[in-house]
């Protein structure tokens, strides 16, 4: 063991067009940071607050949300909700003192196995410059 930080990412991606892409990236073969455990929602509109908060109270040092570019959702309006609601989640995240800098929208394309990677490698970064969640440590219920 190295003692080298290495951060959970946990990633809500959309079924249609991040999922895809993430997949396709593996297909691929393209190398990106095992940094990332992957959940699959139907679209990136069902991805609750609640869901987000409890991923990051439980001990994600990140949250990373993808979802098809605005204009491209196969339930056509998905990502513009999912857009509104990432805004009011960083409004919360502000509110209760949290650093909005570890959670993360992003659109990617079916197509974009290249963009997952780049995405996950600059968020891995991110957060290996800002250290562990300190609210892992902070909360106890």
């Given at each position: 063991m190295s003692g080298r930080y290495v951060p959970n990412i946990v990633g809500f991606f959309?079924?249609?067009c991040s999922y895809t892409a993430a997949d396709l990236a593996g297909?691929?073969?393209?190398?990106?940071?095992?940094?990332?455990?992957i959940i699959r929602v139907m679209c990136s509109s069902?991805?609750?607050p609640h869901m987000v908060v409890t991923a990051f109270l439980g001990g994600a040092d990140?949250?990373?949300v993808g979802g098809c570019h605005p204009g491209d959702c196969h339930y056509v309006t998905g990502n513009y909700r999912?857009?509104?609601?990432f805004a009011?989640?960083?409004s919360m995240f502000e509110t209760l003192g949290l650093d909005t800098e570890r959670i993360?929208?992003?659109w990617i394309a079916a197509s974009e196995g290249n963009r997952v990677g780049q995405v996950v490698a600059s968020l891995t970064e991110a957060i290996e410059r800002l250290g562990p969640n300190p609210t892992r440590e902070a909360m106890f219920l």
């Open positions: 959309c079924n249609w297909v691929s073969r393209r190398h990106y940071p095992p940094t990332l455990r069902r991805v609750d990140a949250v990373l999912t857009r509104r609601r009011l989640l960083q993360k929208l992003s």
